[in-house]
């Protein structure tokens, strides 16, 4: 399996931290400049591919190692090459009207900054090129470049201090380490691939199934075959996410002509990304831990395209796209199922938000904020709902009967709530008053 120990690093020194701000600077300047003759070339041949591959890499990659070390300069080119073919790739598939993964035109590999206005201070050292030792006092050392040894009277394997432990110090093959200085919290920050054995994979409890309904307001929608729904509300998460956005729109308003970042705003963007990363890992590991103590062993998404297709508005998809990154949590619920030995299936989840599921309409049928109404004398959650007609419609059967739904909502730290007597200090649960209407589910309002 392939995982991901993310840590803070601590120059021993001084001496040690200026030498590690000149390394990463020199990254930076080295990206730049790579990313420039692309650009270029890219401009002027009107957008065509294979005039990108031209820029001479070569020399600039001599130009830097004297201060990166060579391995060090090759990946940090390396990994601009990787950024120009994912736009590629991107662009492809916005041009592609039958591919929906793409929705907004994507933009060539930006910069990270200038000397003037302060770069985006980052790196990438290959796996052989550094060494981490797990232990009571952890260590990470890298490699650095002669002219960097030469000016500091250095060693030349510049040696860091790990804060904390890694989720996955067991493992058999490490990656390429991406390094770089985390301007929110003025903490240098590491992030380390490995391989793990699959042995440490769980294994499901049971053969039990579930379905989420992944949407804006509320995020994730869950209904298993044992009878049990969860819903995790995402409108405060959202409201914070847009007011950072206003900020940054409103501090870019501000700058001077030709200029389209600052510190501030850059700082402000990484704060928003860490906040929606932080509560899409924790809510995956969240559910996930609840669906494994049920004996869930698979679990039914919905695709993107259903998504455009049954919730789109411009605000909707500012939510989908930009706020919670539907793609990224996917890919990163895919891969938390992994570790509980749960398996993930893609399946069309359309008009689920629509149907009835005590009469079937589709057309009839009514939503307001979070209630679906139909003219039979249906009223309930549309988003529960949708989560338990998706979830019938891959089993092929009806759902047991539903207990209460469980409803999260995000405190900065934890998927939590105001508990009621004899339940999770996490969990809250839904009125008890409107649990039930005509015999169906919740249709409180989150």
Same mark, same amino acid.
């Given at each position: 399996?392939?995982?991901?120990?993310?840590?803070a690093?601590?120059?021993?020194?001084?001496?040690?931290?200026q030498l590690?701000?000149? @390394?990463l600077?020199?990254?930076?300047?080295?990206?730049?400049?790579?990313?420039?003759?692309?650009?270029?070339? %890219?401009?002027?041949?009107?957008?065509?591919?294979?005039?990108?591959?031209?820029?001479?890499?070569?020399?600039?990659?001599?130009k830097?190692?004297?201060?990166?070390?060579?391995?060090?300069?090759?990946?940090?080119?390396?990994?601009?090459?990787e950024a120009?073919?994912?736009f590629?790739?991107?662009k492809?598939?916005?041009?592609?009207?039958?591919?929906?993964?793409?929705?907004e035109?994507?933009?060539?590999?930006?910069?990270?900054?200038?000397e003037?206005?302060?770069?985006?201070?980052?790196?990438?050292?290959?796996?052989?090129?550094?060494?981490?030792?797990?232990?009571?006092?952890s260590? @990470?050392?890298i490699?650095?470049?002669?002219?960097?040894k030469?000016? %500091?009277?250095?060693?030349?394997?510049?040696?860091l201090?790990?804060?904390?432990?890694?989720?996955?110090?067991?493992?058999?093959?490490?990656?390429? @380490?991406?390094l770089w /200085?985390?301007?929110?919290?003025?903490?240098f &920050?590491a992030?380390?691939?490995?391989?793990?054995?699959d042995?440490t994979?769980? +294994?499901?409890?049971a053969?039990?199934?579930?379905?989420?309904?992944?949407?804006?307001?509320?995020?994730?929608?869950?209904?298993?075959?044992?009878?049990?729904?969860?819903? %995790?509300e995402?409108r405060?998460?959202?409201?914070?996410?847009?007011?950072?956005?206003?900020?940054?729109a409103?501090?870019?308003?501000?700058?001077?002509?030709?200029?389209?970042?600052?510190?501030?705003?850059?700082?402000?963007?990484?704060?928003?990304?860490?906040?929606?990363?932080?509560?899409?890992?924790?809510?995956?590991?969240?559910?996930l831990?609840?669906?494994?103590?049920?004996g869930?062993?698979?679990?039914?998404i919905?695709?993107?395209t259903?998504?455009l297709?049954?919730?789109?508005?411009?605000?909707?998809?500012?939510?989908?796209?930009?706020?919670?990154?539907?793609k990224?949590?996917?890919?990163?619920?895919?891969?938390? +199922?992994?570790? /509980?030995?749960?398996?993930?299936?893609?399946?069309?989840?359309?008009? +689920?938000?629509?149907e009835?599921?005590?009469?079937?309409?589709?057309?009839?049928?009514t939503r307001?904020?979070?209630?679906?109404t139909?003219?039979?004398?249906?009223?309930?959650?549309a988003?529960?709902?949708?989560?338990?007609?998706?979830?019938e &419609?891959q089993?092929?059967q009806s759902?047991?009967?539903?207990a &209460?739904?469980v &409803?999260?909502?995000?405190?900065?730290?934890?998927?939590?709530?105001?508990?009621?007597?004899?339940?999770?200090p996490?969990?809250?649960?839904?009125d008890?008053?409107?649990?039930?209407?005509?015999?169906?589910?919740?249709?409180s309002?989150?």
């Open positions: 399996m392939k995982r991901t120990n993310t840590f690093v601590r120059p021993l020194s001084e001496t040690g931290e590690l701000r000149d @390394l600077d020199a990254s930076a300047a080295l990206w730049n400049e790579v990313n420039y003759q692309r650009l270029m070339r %890219y401009n002027d041949e009107d957008g065509f591919e294979g005039d990108v591959w031209d820029a001479d890499t070569g020399r600039l990659e001599g830097y190692k004297g201060v990166l070390g060579a391995s060090t300069a090759q990946q940090v080119i390396r990994k601009n090459s120009w073919r994912g590629f790739e991107s492809k598939a916005c041009h592609d009207a039958s591919n929906a993964s793409v929705t035109h994507p933009e060539p590999p930006g910069f990270r900054g200038n003037d206005d302060g770069r985006q201070l980052k790196t990438v050292i290959r796996n052989t090129s550094y060494t981490v030792e797990w232990g009571d006092r260590r @990470l050392e490699l650095v470049g002669s002219e960097l030469d000016r %500091y009277d250095h060693t030349g394997r510049l040696r201090e790990i804060a904390g432990n890694p989720n996955w110090p067991d493992y058999e093959k490490q990656g390429r @380490l991406d /200085y985390d301007e929110t919290d003025s903490t &920050r992030s380390q691939p490995v391989t793990v054995s042995e994979r769980a +294994t499901p409890l053969s039990e199934k579930a379905a989420l309904d992944i949407g804006a307001n509320n995020l994730v929608a869950c209904t298993t075959t044992t009878g049990e729904q969860y819903l %995790y995402g405060e998460l959202f409201h914070r996410f847009r007011e950072t956005t206003r900020e940054i409103r501090l870019q308003s501000k700058l001077p002509d030709g200029r389209y970042s600052s510190e501030h705003i850059r700082r402000l963007y990484h704060k928003r990304t860490r906040r929606r990363d932080h509560a899409q890992e924790a809510l995956c590991r969240d559910l831990e609840q669906l494994y103590e049920e869930v062993d698979t679990v039914y919905g695709g993107l259903d998504v297709e049954t919730h789109w508005s411009v605000e909707t998809n500012a939510k989908t796209h930009n706020f919670w990154s539907f990224k949590f996917t890919e990163r619920l895919a891969c938390t +199922t992994e570790e /509980y030995g749960i398996s993930v299936e893609v399946r069309s989840e359309a008009w +689920t938000s629509q009835c599921p005590q009469c079937g309409s589709t057309d009839r049928t307001h904020q979070d209630t679906l139909c003219p039979c004398g249906f009223k309930g959650h988003d529960l709902t949708a989560s338990e007609t998706f979830l &419609r089993t092929e759902a047991r009967p539903m &209460r739904p &409803r999260f909502e995000w405190d900065d730290h934890n998927w939590s709530g105001i508990s009621h007597p004899h339940e999770s996490k969990e809250q649960r839904t008890p008053s409107t649990v039930h209407c005509n015999g169906n589910i919740v249709s309002e989150s």
